[in-house]
DNA sequence: GCAAGTTCTTGACGCAAATCAAGGACGATA
DNA sequence: TATCGTCCTTGATTTGCGTCAAGAACTTGC
């Protein structure tokens, strides 16, 4: 049985003018998650009016690419994206994997280009948020100013956990807390913490902790013999969830 | 010979009411670095109004403490910090070290929480930035709303780097880039890119870096049996500019 | 200036994960 | 439904770095 992470495009039928992805900020269900703000309803038109919906990415289609000029932050509505950095000598870091809800393109900011490229891991809708509207309206709407503010902050605490994966954990506790992270986000938009298909190769996660695609394989293989889940190429069931935290063995 | 960082408490005699961390933003050698805006004056000093300068943080002393209260970020004047988290099995993890110049303390914004530790290395004098004061005036100074956008993205994007580092390359490439990101934070601060006293440990350094003690020091070893620097304790030349940069083969 | 503690260096050894290699499963296309 | 290409798994071997150990150099306090 699959769980899908997405739900763009499915809607066509019951309303045949406003397809999903162009559903306002108001009537979205992400926004909680999206926009955890105490904002008053006439403060989300506004928001509202400047985000920019567009069709959705197809798989391996590129929001953006290192390099492009900043234009826009970016709001995943459905699908997944990973983004990731390529190194002079040709090789490729996955800095990140967005999922409905979460925000990502912050990276651009500092100099106006795009400090990584973002990629559809599969279909993908996505809002778009000018950042010259956004920082005018969070000039008027301090609570607007202050969400961004701590958007940016929680990126940085977010890589600052997996810098010390990668710099403390074995390659069982970093595939471990990856899987943990997942559940967690997953549970957060009112999925299945337990049950999930992962929308990312084994080489993204690879790359991802900073392990080789073999490792992640032999650990997912551990991990089933262990009874903490039940792989099946891309369906996870987590079977002991108490164990994988074990595995995981850091402060999720 | 020795290069110092710090300057602090060093003009006492020239102007016996004014000690030099208590300098104005507007006559600070460091604004440049500090707050490369297209300010006006007056708002310079409106800036500057909100700022707390104290008395200096002596060597291993605490700015503040994970799991503190967010009040403020803060600006390093003289000396050097380092910042790490704790993790739950009691380790320690160096997620980074600050400059005179530098910003720190920005994590605690997102949920008001300083999420990592922040040490003196060294005599250290700082600026204290109370960010709701910043928040106000961020909100009628658009540059200096783009400003702070700017350095919290820039903190995402050098993490990113660091992920990258951890994640792709070898003890030699990882000492290597951390010798040349000092050097080149030197040289932004008009000080020697080639010649400086390093503040931390050797622990410090592996722990940043995801190393042991002992790698680093075997990994100075040979830099130094290959000419690329001379090490002395604490106090690091580079002879061999592109022969490091060959090492670190990262885009710096 | 000596003693005690800390930090740094160097060597010997072991191990976790990388590399190399091969085969199997899956998904797309015709 | 057969074929090609990609993705995943598993095994054998190698290796870079961690661990353990010991001693040297530096720092601090008396």
């Known amino acids: 049985m699959t769980i899908r992470l997405a739900d763009a495009g499915d809607n066509n039928v019951l309303k045949p003018c406003l397809h999903d992805y ?7 269900r992400l926004n909680s998650i ?3 703000l105490a904002l008053e309803s006439d403060d989300i038109e506004q928001l509202d009016s400047i985000i920019q919906r567009s069709k959705p ?3 391996s289609q590129h929001l953006y690419r290192e390099g492009d000029h900043f234009k826009s ?3 995943v509505r459905s699908g997944a994206l990973k983004a990731y950095k390529t190194t002079d000598d040709g090789r490729e870091q996955v800095t990140g994997f967005y999922f409905p809800g979460e925000i990502l393109g912050m990276d651009g900011i500092s100099n106006n280009l795009h400090a990584s490229s973002a990629k ?6 996505v809002c778009e948020i000018p950042f010259t509207s956004l920082e005018k309206l969070s000039s008027i709407m301090p ?3 202050r969400h961004f503010f701590q958007l940016m902050s929680r990126e940085i605490t977010e890589d600052q956990q997996l810098i010390t994966l990668l710099s403390k954990n074995s390659a069982d506790e970093r595939v471990a807390s990856l899987m943990l992270s997942i559940s967690s986000r997953n549970s957060r938009r009112k999925l299945s913490a337990t049950q999930f298909r992962l929308p990312m190769s084994r080489v993204d996660i690879g790359n991802y902790l900073g392990l080789t695609v073999e490792t992640v394989s032999r ?4 991990m089933q013999k262990l009874e903490i889940l039940r792989v099946d190429n891309k369906e996870i069931k987590i079977l002991d969830p108490n164990g994988l935290q074990n595995m995981a063995n850091v402060a999720g």
């Open 22 to 28: 162009q559903v306002s900020c108001g009537s979205c």
């Open 34 to 36: 999206c926009l955890p």
């Open 57 to 59: 990415l197809q798989k």
């Open 73 to 75: 932050v970016f709001a």
């Open 120 to 125: 559809a891991l599969e279909t993908a809708a």
């Open 143 to 145: 609570s607007l100013q």
């Open 219 to 222: 650990v997912f293989s551990r």
